[in-house]
């Protein structure tokens, strides 16, 4: 059997254990003080329902799961480690200090060996930080006059993207649109493009494409230390990848804004309009996350990943439901009245908020937004908003 501590915002809240069985058993369970504590930061809002009894799943339970790297960096982080791609608790253990939000895990018995090396001896390694998605992301501390990889156990300031070879351009692409959704009122972190000759120590396997970096600041880390969070794959417990995290609606993200943060339903549909306006195919439940800024009270996290992925996939459709429809050009202000149900809000509101941020998204793709995109690029956006126009050319009843 293998066991490991999770603490968050330093707190023991508990462990869990993986047992020698073909079943692959892994069990979180909680520690009875931290339940105790009458001021207790909260873990998740899926763990918060489970709070009087342990978690048992085959593999790791999917709320850890979620705390992982994807992509590219999965392969580096499990290379350096010596552990095989799919051994959850021992990526887990071994980042331990270098994960997303305020979780962090240490090894209490010795992990089965999974790996290729034994854990104890993977002291050392290239890459520090877990962060998801598909394409090459490390996170950064930032210098006077530079980026450079913290040390290990170090809080990053800041998350860079870098070139994909499936998506050209990428690093362009996603600055534009997090402009343009600056300039509609969308909230979201500093952002800036950087080159990969201001990166100190930048490992030869990173694709390098034309040299530009999309640099994008944490909202997990801040002045007083980290902040912890969760994305909407653990709210709703939906293992990451396909198609865990592309299965759901926006009215069931809606419904859990609603009970726990109302204050944001109005950047909430801001955000869906801009995802539908622009093309963005790929807003999934990981691209959708709540900040525990004081450790127990949820608010909507800043927008981040957002692109316009029509730019590359002219076809592509949402990522979650809306209205019962995946298919953009199905996508009127009619279509929101379940959200707006899902939200609390009157039909007839959202239905006019809806048709005046997509008129106000448009406005601003002519007002200067345009020339940040290549004229190959500017064709298919422009080519979308054919399949989306009935959103704001619809009286909204």
């Known amino acids: 059997m293998s066991l490991v501590r999770v603490r968050l915002r330093g707190v023991v809240i508990g462990t869990i254990e993986r047992f020698d069985d073909e079943l692959d058993t892994h069990t979180f369970a909680w520690d009875e003080d931290y339940l105790a504590l009458p001021e207790r930061p909260l873990l998740g809002q899926y763990m918060e329902d489970r709070l009087r009894g342990s978690v048992t799943t085959h593999g790791l339970t999917p709320w850890f799961e979620h705390l992982l ?11 350096d480690a010596g552990l095989e791609l799919s051994d959850g608790l021992g990526l887990l253990a071994w980042l331990g200090a270098d994960l997303p939000g305020a979780v962090t895990v240490e090894v209490v018995r010795a992990l089965r060996q999974r790996p290729r090396t034994p854990l104890a001896l993977a002291t050392t390694t290239t890459y520090k930080a ?9 996170s950064l501390s930032a210098l006077e006059k530079g980026l450079t990889l913290p040390l290990r156990g170090g809080d990053g300031d800041v998350i860079a993207k870098f ?13 534009a649109t997090m402009t343009w959704a600056a300039r509609c009122g969308i909230d979201l972190p500093p952002h800036r493009i950087a080159r990969c000759e201001d990166i100190d120590g930048l490992p030869e396997e990173i694709p390098r494409g034309d040299g530009d970096v999309f640099v994008i600041e944490r909202f997990d880390r801040g002045p007083s230390g980290r902040v912890h969070v969760e994305d909407f794959g653990q709210v709703f417990d939906r293992p990451p990848g396909h198609p865990g995290q592309y299965t759901g609606s926006h009215e069931e993200i809606a419904a859990v804004i609603a009970a726990l943060c109302p204050v944001d339903r109005r950047e909430y549909l801001r955000r869906v309009v801009f995802c539908v306006v622009v093309g963005n195919g ?9 900040r525990y800024e004081d450790g127990r009270h949820a608010r909507l996290s800043p927008a981040y990943d957002l692109v316009p992925t029509v730019i590359y996939r002219p076809a592509d459709d949402l990522a979650l439901l809306l209205g019962g429809t995946k298919d953009f050009s199905e996508l009127t ?4 009245d379940r959200l707006a149900d899902a939200l609390a809000l009157s039909r007839v509101d959202v239905r006019q908020w809806v048709l005046d941020d997509a008129r106000r998204i448009r406005a601003h ?15 298919r956006i422009e080519r979308h908003f054919e399949r989306v126009k009935g959103i704001w050319e619809e009286p909204p009843g």
């Open 282 to 290: 790929d807003a999934h439940l990981k691209n959708w996350g709540l």
């Open 163 to 175: 070139h994909a070879e499936a998506h050209p351009g990428i690093t362009r692409v996603e600055h």
């Open 365 to 379: 793709w002519e007002q200067g937004v345009r020339e940040r995109f290549t004229e190959p690029q500017r064709a």
């Open 69 to 79: 790297p994807q992509g590219p960096l999965r392969g580096a982080v499990a290379r």
């Open 130 to 138: 877990s962060i998801a998605g598909a394409q090459w992301k490390l």
């Open 333 to 336: 202000p009619t279509r929101f």
